[in-house]
């Protein structure tokens, strides 16, 4: 019992609590100080409804708040220390064993250096005016006010004047306006016109996506087989393609013509994706089917487009502790599954599998002696025939990547990883190079912005431009950031790529 005594002794006494007097007490002295927010205030002279002072004086302390960090946190502000906007979350080097960035960082331009011989292609329509001049604006401040490369715009009815006159003011290299003759859009004379336009309405009701809309599916076989054969590129060699609603967000101060030529490359991108399946469930049948019968083997490209086949199991040593021994043989002879021939996939061909992967087209720069080429236009001829352009959605970057897939290599692609490159909803952006390798920007007033102020403010918006990161490779480059960079996203290819390319050449 005294041993019981002593150890309670020992024990730390706590603190007293407060008693119920005392609370009571203290919140009696605290109730007169909070008695003046706790008054309450009408919305108005006779509205029967009040809210606390309290209340009142809370919310604009609260706005203000919120307003000093949305400043803080914008990718303009001095203010803290963020990721540059639209910047992939690891900056990784790729091998440059079949291809590598031609220019990292700003060069000056050479304004009065060679040229070559090449021109822009858009394809457009009258009512697209406004977006075709978002494009042509972002090319020419960003590109074309250096180089001056001429325009060739193309469509399928005439051209208005109000059409040509707005872009003529608003280019800095000569520009052509073409039509687009029958033979090169609509229905072939061999083509079943009724059965083609019922395909086209069932994707329509299947709700593909552009798979109802008639003049989608001819863009995109114009694309594929007929672009190149229009006689005003006829004396081209090389062609940049341009669509309505297009934005860049990076300086490109070298010209990307003269060192495709000089690597010896022939097609050029920014943006690989996956394709909707929908869109595509048969095009690979005929692709493999034209590589199959031209005894073609693959350069290495190819197989940026197939899938990887799954893993064979490995057999376990027998010393492993998940190692089971097989059944006896009396045993599997009863298994009503043995002998059976393995499942076949159905969209497989010669063991493969389209991927969906492509090289997204409303961004190339490619030769056009490729396209013009006997094995080219054999491989357009066979998936025409096929029907897939009306009685499926087949676009024409699919058909321009298995082709690549069939006939090129890795070493004959290059891709434009510091072109920023905005289509729709899908970005690329680079992040910018040291800044050992950024020079100053010369301002771009634009003549066809008459406000002076308004000049001066869209100039302004682009001497701002995102910081630099080890391994970036843009030129003053100032990304959207409304929108997740492609390569974040799930349906991006760049591993693809990555992989027939060489690999990664950093962690």
């Known amino acids: 019992m005294g041993l019981v005594q002593k150890l309670v002794k020992r024990i730390p006494s706590s603190p007293n609590l407060p008693s119920l007097d005392g609370i009571t007490k203290q919140r009696e002295r605290l109730a007169p100080k909070l008695t003046f927010f706790r008054r309450r205030i009408r919305l108005k002279g006779n509205s029967s409804i009040s809210i606390p002072l309290g209340a009142v004086l809370l919310f604009p302390c609260i706005v203000i708040i919120c307003i000093l960090i949305l400043v803080v946190r ?24 079949h291809d590598k960035v031609f220019v990292t960082g700003c060069l000056e331009p050479q304004v009065d250096g060679p040229r070559a011989n090449a021109a822009f292609v858009v394809l457009a329509r009258n009512q697209e005016l406004e977006g075709v001049l978002q494009s042509v604006k972002s090319i020419e401040r960003h590109f074309n006010r250096w180089f001056h490369y001429p ?23 000569t520009v052509e306006f073409g039509m687009i003759p029958e033979e090169m859009w609509g229905y072939p004379s061999w083509a ?40 005003l590129l006829q004396k081209y060699e090389w062609y940049w393609r341009l669509e309505p609603e297009i934005k860049y967000f990076c300086d490109i101060t070298y010209d990307p013509f ?21 869109t595509v469930p048969n095009i690979f049948r005929y692709a493999a ?32 502790p998940k190692y089971k021994p097989p059944l006896p043989e009396e045993i599997l002879k009863t298994d009503p599954g043995r002998g059976l021939l393995p499942d076949i996939d159905p969209e497989a061909m010669e063991g493969e599998t389209y991927n969906m992967c492509h090289f997204w087209s409303n961004f190339e720069i490619a030769k056009l002696d490729w396209f013009r080429s006997k094995e080219y236009e054999e491989f357009f001829q066979m998936m025409d025939r096929s029907g897939g352009f009306w009685m499926e959605r087949w676009g024409d970057a699919p058909i321009h990547s298995l082709a690549a897939g069939a006939l090129l290599s890795p070493k004959d ?71 997740v960079d492609v390569e974040g996203k799930q349906g991006s290819c760049l591993a693809q790529w990555v992989e027939v390319a060489g690999g990664w050449a950093s962690p």
């Not at 089917?289 to 040593?317: D, V």
Request: glycine letters at 6%; aromatic letters at 12%.
């Open 74 to 97: 914008h990718p303009s502000s001095p203010v803290g220390v963020m990721i540059p906007s639209g910047a992939p979350p690891a900056i990784r080097r790729i091998s440059e064993k």
């Open 289 to 320: 089917a034209y590589k199959r019968i031209n005894n073609i083997t693959s350069q290495g490209l190819w197989e940026m487009f197939i899938e990887e086949p799954p893993e064979a199991e490995k057999s376990l040593p027998k010393d492993d």
């Open 192 to 231: 079943d016109e009724k059965v083609a336009k019922e395909g086209i309405a069932k994707q329509g009701d299947a709700a593909i996506m552009y798979g109802g809309m008639e003049s989608y599916h001819h863009m995109c076989r114009f694309y594929s087989g007929y672009f190149y054969k229009h006689e």
């Open 413 to 483: 692609i290059h891709y434009f990883r510091d072109f920023g490159y905005r289509h729709t909803t899908i970005q690329h952006c680079p992040a910018n190079a040291p800044k050992s390798r950024q020079l100053p920007r010369p301002p771009f007033l634009e003549k066809t912005t008459l406000d002076e102020k308004k000049r001066k403010e869209e100039d302004d918006y682009w001497e701002s431009w995102d910081a630099s990161k080890e391994n970036g490779v843009g030129c003053r480059c100032k990304c959207d950031t409304d929108i």
């Open 258 to 278: 003269i060192h495709m030529a000089r690597a010896n490359k022939t097609y050029g991108f920014t943006i690989a994706v996956k394709e909707l399946r929908e």
């Open 151 to 173: 325009y060739v715009f193309l469509n399928d009815a005439e051209f208005s004047s109000t059409f040509k006159e707005t872009i003529l003011n608003h280019t800095s290299g």
